[in-house]
């Protein structure tokens, strides 16, 4: 009877639960988890004389990360990311807010044309920006061709041009979750707000920002912890003059082939992105709202 | 009166700040549709020499830059497919039944949406040489599935949160077992979710530069083949490829878009 009952139970539930969740599961644990932990591992492995890894543990990778040339680029890829952050919120909230209060059959016009630039590869469109402010740029051909300057400006390779490339990537991951919170905001909140007195101003800070927070909270972890890792963008239009993390471990992993050093700079940037996580979370964010 | 005229200048700060972000957005692909009838011949192409549409043409001479194009394509819709039929089955599995370890592999679902890329990259890059996977095309499929299956599985899961499970038991009351229950009735519902989690996995695929960066071995994609250029100046010819893309991809939008109105409208 018993035997009977566990083999209904298993064609109930354990097969088709089996069937369903198998793969996903087997993807998630062979090529998410076990290659996380074997990054954790190989932090503290070494290298030896002809730069092979070996498995002899060792803290020297991390005692290397404290390295005063490279907490300067950590200090310099948070204050890029944080810029990034702000300046995308600045520009994205009023920028959603419009758009999401159109009322007219435009809106959905004006939402894709928010998305359409980015099928176009990101890659393409940075070097976009590159021939747009070159030397031989677009910019210095209009300044040249008006006598304003007689030698062409350089504006490439400059902290402020990778933080126009990384709010270019990144703004979308702002103005989605913002148009969303905006979208659903009850417009006769607004209306009590004024008919009861408030000035706009205070209907903004004290109705409508706390009611949007939640946009504005999930954008900037899309924008912030990306940042930390986006080596194309200061490759491209940095040049050298503005790395992130990402550049320094992208070094090692290809021109410099110290693959633990790679890993150990790697932890920390997955440290730092459960350190924000968490704080969204206590924010009262939902994670699932990230990734749609 | 004075209310009026403040409520216009409000209106028209708006729709000034909104051109101004879309003229932001616009402006490197402006550059590269223009570039791409540029006539220049000297690297780094970017000053301009006349217009000319040889790039057009010389772009179905650059085989391996079509070759790295017909990678991408590959690449993308085999990870698409295995994506949405893995992540499909995942969130309706995840959503039915109950089984240990439910909570772990959720978390692990949201690591790729939040963590950088590059460490994902990296990981794989490791665990491929780890266990000799040699890289190139398997490889990128990999990762490519991978990274995708949780915006798909988040997709469907926001279209399951509404689904009414009672009329799959319906069906089977009716006499309908359970496949015949899966496919008439709930990959229907589903569809608009599914759909969309397979459209949002095509984007990320063909955009990705970062992971498959570390990846790829000697099966360049289109993303690989600009970023290897960059360095020297990205010939006219890839804006040319670039311009047919997005002029494919506008009609396709166009076509969908207009498809989904009148559909509705019949309704």
Redesign the interface.
Known sequence: MSRKKSKHEFRA??L??M???G???L???L??????L??AV?SVCSLDEYYNVTFKFTLSNYTRLLNADYIKIYIQSIVIALVTTVLCIL?GY??AY??ARTKSKKK?I?Y???I??????????????R??L?T???IN?ILQGLHIVNEPVDLLYKQGTTILGMV?CL?PFMILPLYTAIEKLDTSLLEASSDLGARPSSTFFEVILPLTSSGIFSGS??VF??C?????VS??LGGGNSDVI?NL??RQ?QSGNN?PL??AL?II??IV?LIL?KIYQKLGGD??S??? | MKRQSRIKAKKGFSIGFCALVYTFLFMPILVIVVNSFNATTTKPYMSWKGFTFDWYQKLWENTSLLGAFGNTMIIAIISTILATIIGTLGAIGMYKYKFKGKKVIDALLYIPVVIPEIVLGIALLTIFAKVNIPRGMITLILAHVTFCIPFVIFNVRARLSGYDGSIEEASMDLGANRLVTFFEITLPVLAPGILGGALLAFTLSIDDVIISYFVYGQTKTYPLKVMESVKSGVSPDVNALSTLILIGTIIFVVITQCDWSSKKKAK
């Open positions: 539930n354990t088709p639960a069937l369903t969740v793969p996903v599961t993807i998630m644990i090529l998410i988890a076990v290659p996380l074997y990054v190989m520009i009023p920028f419009f758009i959905k004006l894709m044309l928010v359409i630039p980015f099928w176009t590869n990101s890659l393409i469109r940075i070097y976009g920006w021939s747009f070159g031989s740029g677009w051909s270019y703004i972890l899309m912890i990306p930390l890792g986006y080596f194309f490759d491209i990402g471990i992208e992993f693959w790679g890993a790697s940037l997955i992105t996580v994670m699932d990230l990734g749609v």
